[in-house]
């Protein structure tokens, strides 16, 4: 069965620091997210990405964030300058030609220093 | 009011019972409904999507209000395994030309005892 995929698992790195997180979306979808979890929260939509552009965006979704999608497989989300409060579960999720059911991967638990 | 609101729980019942969640949701205009299950530190699975009719897959049914903007989700013969934190999830406008969002509520806890 298809399933999304994410690396590194675990990420920790010092505050200012730049960090990518890696995902590789299910190959035939088309739609592609980014959430977070922090520790005993709720799950959070970050960005929503479609046909190389950004369709949507949270508030969380500052300067700091990018998405990339560099080949044909690849969904990366970049931090420029990790702050504390951007420890959290990332998860990556994609979506096929419908747009309706969401797909997650296991998620980087990212840590900052 | 809460863009999705759910019981936190925890319900903690035996194996065997059959165990209700429920949640509202405050946009008239969402189009999509889901129920996700999520384990300890691990990712959001989709459970069932939730259709205007309802449906039911195996031991789960799930039933949607769009008049009192109120989902649920059922479970019978409440096995072990059902042990997890149960998500109802809203999508706004879902389209061809744009990927849409999902807002996640903040999750009712279920705990089946032996």
């Known amino acids: 069965e298809p399933e999304v995929t994410q690396t590194p698992s675990h990420q920790v790195t010092q505050m200012g620091q730049e960090v990518i997180l890696r995902c590789v979306p299910i190959s035939n979808h088309l739609y592609f997210y980014w959430y977070r979890q922090i520790l005993g929260q709720k799950v959070e939509f970050l960005v929503s990405?479609?046909?190389?552009?950004?369709?949507?965006k949270s508030e969380i979704f500052d300067d700091q964030f990018s998405v990339e999608r560099p080949d044909g497989s690849n969904f990366t989300l970049k931090i420029r300058s990790t702050k504390l409060e951007d420890s959290a579960m990332y998860f990556c999720?994609?979506?096929?030609?419908?747009?309706?059911?969401?797909?997650f991967g296991p998620g980087t638990r990212l840590t900052v220093t | 009011r809460k863009e999705v609101e759910q019981d936190p729980g925890p319900f903690n019942v035996p194996e065997g019972a059959t165990v209700a969640f429920n949640c509202t949701y405050s946009n008239s205009a969402s189009q999509s409904f889901f129920w996700y299950r999520q384990d300890c530190r691990k990712e959001p699975k989709l459970l069932m999507s939730v259709y205007s009719s309802g449906n039911e897959d195996g031991r789960f049914t799930a039933q949607l209000n769009r008049a009192s903007q109120y989902i649920s989700l059922l479970i019978r013969d409440s096995k072990l395994s059902d042990s997890a934190t149960y998500l109802c999830?809203?999508?706004?406008?879902?389209?061809?030309?744009?990927?849409?969002?999902?807002?996640f509520g903040s999750g009712t806890r279920l705990s089946i005892r032996p």
């Open positions: 999720a994609s979506s096929g030609r419908d747009n309706y059911e969401q797909y």
């Open positions: 999830v809203v999508n706004g406008r879902p389209g061809y030309s744009s990927a849409s969002k999902i807002i």
């Open positions: 990405f479609y046909n190389n552009e950004i369709s949507e």
